[in-house]
């Protein structure tokens, strides 16, 4: 399987701009370079083997990912700030790290679906970073550019932020699927990023649409 190729670059809108009437607006490009390339990251572990991730697939959902193995699957309901979803979250939940109390974050893939609301994909990544910045302490785009994939328009997005004082880096995959988008979501502490890099990237490049 291919690697996703990102452009280095993060789509903002102007914070003045009406997320909920979505005028179309010029997006402003700035200029960012992955912190692996500047040499700012510890270096990741090898790319995993094939045999190490299982295939979930919900025709009736109109998707299949590949997850680690040992990973645990949670299929639940939206939580109180994604109420715009579309009643489902799937959380592919990383081994604990003991002792648990020291580190109670599990690094975690999720899949769900939103509406799209008549925004191109880059106008609702771009929408979807406007709110980021408004909510999550230290926001900072890090890469976001188009990539390939087995069905739909693709637009992969890299943030850093901060979740109860603590630096976190997540990877979003938007996949534009009718009049809905998916979201793909890798997040983990930022110290612990280059521990399962490797897994969120094959499970994110191997997300496809399924016919319903």
């Given at each position: 399987m291919g690697r996703?190729?990102?452009s280095r670059r993060a789509g903002a809108i102007p914070a003045s701009a009406c997320v909920l009437s979505f005028p179309l607006c010029a997006l402003v490009i700035l200029a960012a370079v992955l912190?692996?390339?500047?040499?700012g990251e510890a270096p990741a572990d090898p790319r995993p083997s094939e045999g190490e991730f299982v295939t979930f697939a919900r025709p009736d959902l109109g998707f299949s990912v590949r997850y680690p193995r040992a990973w645990d699957v949670w299929v639940q309901g939206p939580s109180a700030w994604e109420a715009r979803s579309l009643g489902w979250r799937i959380s592919f939940v990383g081994r604990a790290v003991p002792p648990l109390s020291a580190d109670p974050f599990?690094?975690?893939i999720f899949v769900e679906r939103f509406p799209r609301m008549g925004m191109r994909l880059q106008q609702y990544t771009a929408a979807h970073q406007e709110v980021a910045r408004r909510d999550?302490?230290?926001y900072r785009a890090v890469a976001a550019g188009p990539v390939q994939g087995r069905g739909g328009e693709r637009y992969l997005l890299e943030e850093t932020y901060e979740f109860n004082g603590n630096p976190m880096r997540k990877q979003t995959l938007f996949v534009?699927?009718?009049d809905g988008?998916?979201?793909i979501?890798?997040?983990a502490p930022e110290g612990d990023w280059g521990q399962d890099r490797r897994r969120?990237?094959?499970s994110l490049a191997s997300f496809a649409l399924l016919p319903r």
């Amino acid at each position: 399987m291919g690697r996703l190729h990102v452009s280095r670059r993060a789509g903002a809108i102007p914070a003045s701009a009406c997320v909920l009437s979505f005028p179309l607006c010029a997006l402003v490009i700035l200029a960012a370079v992955l912190p692996a390339a500047a040499g700012g990251e510890a270096p990741a572990d090898p790319r995993p083997s094939e045999g190490e991730f299982v295939t979930f697939a919900r025709p009736d959902l109109g998707f299949s990912v590949r997850y680690p193995r040992a990973w645990d699957v949670w299929v639940q309901g939206p939580s109180a700030w994604e109420a715009r979803s579309l009643g489902w979250r799937i959380s592919f939940v990383g081994r604990a790290v003991p002792p648990l109390s020291a580190d109670p974050f599990r690094p975690v893939i999720f899949v769900e679906r939103f509406p799209r609301m008549g925004m191109r994909l880059q106008q609702y990544t771009a929408a979807h970073q406007e709110v980021a910045r408004r909510d999550q302490a230290a926001y900072r785009a890090v890469a976001a550019g188009p990539v390939q994939g087995r069905g739909g328009e693709r637009y992969l997005l890299e943030e850093t932020y901060e979740f109860n004082g603590n630096p976190m880096r997540k990877q979003t995959l938007f996949v534009l699927d009718g009049d809905g988008v998916f979201h793909i979501t890798a997040v983990a502490p930022e110290g612990d990023w280059g521990q399962d890099r490797r897994r969120f990237e094959v499970s994110l490049a191997s997300f496809a649409l399924l016919p319903r």
